[in-house]
């Protein structure tokens, strides 16, 4: 299993400003993603960031709004930027450990609100 | 490309009663299954998994599903709901490590 982290837990932001989310794992890990899950919905992934490679983002999902970094195997940031209010959101990072059955660990989540 | 549907937006139940949760799948070929349970202000945690062997998947807190090819289901059941219950459940389906899809979620309302 895996146990991972996200800063912040929560945060409310004005309009027009970008927030950073951080993502930790307690072990190194190739594959990490990103998801997006709105008021009320199901989780829409944002973006898969792999490790040494940029990261491949879903459609619907540009990088200039939503960049990431993946500077290690256990750490990655996704910023949220020109937020606007439909931005409001749950932001979570999972984790697949390659262990062959596909299994994703979810971080605990980031809840944005943009006022 | 596969999906799928969770029939049912809101499952209210008495406690003690049985829980069904209902997850259909639409896959080319068969797929690895999940279900996972978020509690309020919470991540996604998974309940059980279904890779390959025995259809009957055993997960925590008392849950199980059967895989039925045959009707490309996967529902999610549970003998007596416990009050700890309540929560958001997603049925998720995957072909690949890099593609998961999620269904639209069911909340489970536990009544005392």
């Known amino acids: 299993s895996a146990v991972i982290s996200q800063k912040p837990s929560r945060d409310i932001c004005q309009r027009g400003t970008s927030l950073t989310i951080q993502c930790q794992v307690d072990?190194?890990?190739?594959?990490m993603f990103w998801y997006r899950q709105q008021p009320g919905q199901s989780l829409t992934l944002i973006a898969t960031?792999?490790?040494?490679?940029?990261?491949?983002?879903e459609s619907g999902f540009v990088i200039d709004k939503f960049p990431i970094s993946r500077p290690n195997l256990t750490f990655s940031t996704l910023t949220v930027s020109n937020m606007s209010p439909e931005d409001s959101s749950i932001y979570l990072c999972?984790?697949?450990?390659?262990?062959?059955?596909?299994?994703?660990?979810f971080g605990p989540g980031t809840r944005l609100t943009v006022l | 490309a596969q999906s799928v549907t969770q029939l049912g937006s809101h499952v209210s139940v008495s406690e003690g009663a049985l829980v069904l949760l209902r997850c259909n799948y639409s896959s080319s070929v068969p797929p690895y299954l999940f279900w996972y349970v978020q509690y309020p202000n919470q991540g996604l945690q998974l309940l059980l998994k279904y890779t390959t062997g025995a259809t009957l998947v055993k997960g925590i807190n008392g849950f199980e599903a059967e895989f039925k090819k045959s009707e490309t289901s996967f529902h999610l059941t549970k003998p007596s709901a416990h009050m700890s219950d309540a929560a958001e459940y997603f049925c998720?389906?995957?072909?690949?490590?890099?593609?998961?899809?999620f269904g639209a979620g069911t909340r489970l309302t536990v009544k005392p």
């Open positions: 072990s190194q890990v190739t594959m």
């Open positions: 960031a792999n490790q040494g490679s940029e990261a491949t983002y």
């Open positions: 998720a389906v995957s072909l690949s490590n890099n593609d998961m899809r």
């Open positions: 999972s984790v697949d450990l390659l262990a062959g059955d596909n299994e994703q660990f």
